[in-house]
């Protein structure tokens, strides 16, 4: 049982948007930044948003997030096929821990 | 540019030890903390631990507190994990990764990756 709650899966269309939801509390998420990883399987995680909606040097702005309250949104538009992954949110916990969500596997039909 | 190469992966009985190791490389490995990530099979990412930038400060999960140590040596560029008393429930591929906060300061998220190292702990 993860710390954060994600949507173990999310769909939609190339081209089509997508947003993937994280909920927290004020443990976690209420007071203290959220970033978003990008992992396929076998390779490396990556980041892709820090901050709450700041996104690295090589992410493209098809990837946004944000945050109200104890929770956040990470969203993709123009979706590709290459954007198949699970993706992750994660925080800061006044238990003194980094946690993640549990994880939402995005399918491009 | 930035690399971190994981190794000292296998498969281990309960109960034994193990320590894996994290090669940095194409930044100041001693200026920025550093973290260790699992994940177990068709599971999510855990955090297990994160070293300050010196070595002095520590903190650990609660599933490992006091079986598993992280340690760095800046002079090697090299990042380790000493894992002790495994249990089945510790297998997982442990992913090393940089925090992007210099010197004291953490954030506490994650900028770098490695490939990660596989540990299987089983009879």
């Known amino acids: 049982q993860s710390v954060l709650t994600q949507p173990p899966s999310v769909s939609a269309a190339p081209g089509q948007k997508v947003t993937i939801s994280c909920s927290g509390s004020?443990?976690?998420?209420?007071?203290?930044?959220v970033s978003w990883y990008q992992h396929l399987p076998g390779t490396a995680p990556k980041l892709l948003i820090y901050?709450?909606?700041k996104r690295p040097s090589g992410i493209p702005d098809r990837f946004s997030g944000s945050k109200s309250g104890t929770s956040a949104t990470l969203g993709i538009t123009g979706l590709q096929t290459g954007d198949e992954a699970d993706y992750y949110c994660?925080?800061?916990?006044?238990?003194?821990?980094?946690?993640f969500g549990g994880g939402t596997k995005l399918t491009v039909l | 540019q930035v690399q971190l190469v994981e190794s000292g992966g296998g498969v281990v009985q309960p109960g034994r030890s193990l320590r894996l190791s994290c090669a940095a490389s194409g930044f100041t490995f001693s200026n920025y903390g550093m973290h260790w990530v699992r994940q177990a099979p068709g599971k999510g990412l855990e955090w297990v631990a994160v070293i300050s930038f010196d070595g002095s400060n520590k903190y650990y999960g609660d599933s490992v507190k006091g079986r598993f140590t992280i340690s760095r040596d800046n002079f090697k560029n090299t990042l380790y994990l000493q894992l002790n008393s495994l249990r089945p429930e510790d297998t997982a591929v442990y992913y090393c990764?940089?925090?992007?906060?210099?010197?004291?300061?953490?954030?506490?998220?994650?900028?770098?990756w490695g490939q990660g190292t596989l540990v299987t702990v089983s009879s």
């Open positions: 990764a940089k925090d992007p906060g210099s010197g004291s300061n953490y954030v506490f998220y994650f900028d770098y």
């Open positions: 004020s443990s976690n998420i209420g007071n203290n930044y």
């Open positions: 901050e709450n909606n």
């Open positions: 994660g925080t800061w916990d006044s238990s003194l821990s980094v946690v």
